[in-house]
T-cell receptor, first 113, second 114 residues
Framework: AQKITQTQPGMFVQEKEAVTLDCTYD???????LFWYKQPSSGEMIFLIY??????QNATEGRYSLNFQKARKSANLVISASQLGDSAMYFC??????????FGKGTRLSVIA | SAVISQKPSRDICQRGTSLTIQCQVD?????MFWYRQQPGQSLTLIAT?????????ESGFVIDKFPISRPNLTFSTLTVSNMSPEDSSIYLC???????????FGPGTRLTVT
């Protein structure tokens, strides 16, 4: 069975600094995808970034980048130049074709002014 | 892309009552999913709802408690029956139109049971 592990329940980062949120996964499939979502206190799930298992380059979306290390089965999210509005829960999730997403337990990020 | 709306956005209900949550998508999708997020927790899949077939429930969730309808390719409902305070959660509808990077979520329904 596929599994997502986020080992950091909470993280603090100084405004304008970079922060890395960890995510490891476990699957025997060759084809899969990894997502990161942001969930502010409003409860909505905001898509941040996606990495496919066959993508050779690490995904980037603005201030978000995904450090994908396939052999180590890790897909860490890097947020550069943190902003106060980045304070939220962050979830890592795994996709396989025709199956629903499986989520990690999440990391609560707090950005300090 | 897909735009999803949910009704109601939030509700406060008394124990023992039932609430039906609606999920509307602006395009036709085969697969729809219902998730529950209890306070301070991650998202847990309740069931997969495909049009034209019975919903498939995950372990720990049963049809009598969470009946689901999927009358067409753009709409689904989830009912939370005989509610207790433990059902207080955010309920989220999600769709996967096809491409792996396309996973969309509705804004969620925040339910409080008193």
């Amino acid at each position: 069975a596929q599994k997502i592990t986020q080992t950091q329940p909470g993280m603090f980062v100084q405004e304008k600094e970079a922060v890395t949120l960890d995510c490891t996964y476990d699957t025997s499939d060759q084809s899969y995808g990894l997502f990161w979502y942001k969930q502010p206190s409003s409860g909505e799930m905001i898509f941040l970034i996606y990495q496919g298992s066959y993508d050779e380059q690490n995904a980037t979306e603005g201030r978000y980048s995904l450090n994908f290390q396939k052999a180590r089965k890790s897909a860490n999210l890097v947020i550069s130049a943190s902003q106060l509005g980045d304070s939220a829960m962050y979830f890592c999730a795994m996709w396989r074709r025709n199956t629903p997403l499986v989520f990690g337990k999440g990391t609560r990020l707090s950005v300090i002014a | 892309s897909a735009v999803i709306s949910q009704k109601p956005s939030r509700d406060i209900c008394q124990r023992g009552t039932s609430l039906t949550i609606q999920c509307q998508v602006d395009s036709q999708v085969t697969m729809m999913f219902w998730y529950r997020q209890q306070p301070g927790q991650s998202l847990t899949l309740i069931a997969t709802a495909n049009q034209g077939s019975e919903a498939t429930y995950e372990s720990g969730f049963v049809i009598d408690k969470f009946p689901i309808s999927r009358p067409n390719l753009t709409f689904s409902t989830l009912t939370v029956s005989n509610m207790s305070p433990e059902d207080s959660s955010i309920y989220l509808c999600s769709v996967a139109p096809g491409d792996p990077y396309e996973q969309y979520f509705g804004p969620g329904t925040r339910l409080t049971v008193t």
